[in-house]
């Protein structure tokens, strides 16, 4: 429980009041080996990771938190949805909480699982971003390509190419 009061001056204050909803931020990525499973967030449409800024270009329910399709071991998976119809792209994306000041991204890599659930050609492009809420400071790093549908491909990523001031991994 968390309740505030304000302090108008010396000695004289508000009443106390609950806070019922408040966020703190998310702790950066300062220790490695790192993972998430995604779970313990909820699952369904308009679901997200409340530390991975994201958005779409096709709805803003996109990209979501599903538990339904997982790799083995994992409480859920984020559904992303691109889709390119007559010569109009979609794209979903999100970033990962910020990498700490302490790890040099150049000498990390992104592993991760992804699975393609039609015959649509939707690459995963991996990047990184110095404003994960602004799409235009993506640089991309590699593209993985899913192989074969409802099967859950393992990717990893170099990121050894950038050499950015990002610290967002895209």
Known sequence: DVYVRSVCVSGDTTRWSPLTVFRTDCSEINTLPWSED?????????????????????????????????PAGAGGSMYMYCYD??????????????????LSLDSLQLTFKAYQSSDYDSPVIVGVMTDPTDMSTFVPVDTAFCTTTSTWETFEVPLSPYSGEGKYIG
Request: proline letters at 6%.
């Open 38 to 70: 995604f779970s313990g967030y909820g699952s369904g449409t308009g679901v997200r990771h409340p530390c991975f800024p994201s958005a779409s270009t096709y709805s803003t329910s996109y990209p979501y938190i599903t538990s339904t399709n997982s």
């Open 85 to 102: 119809y007559n010569g109009v792209g979609y794209y979903t994306y999100f970033a990962l909480t910020k990498i700490g000041d302490n």
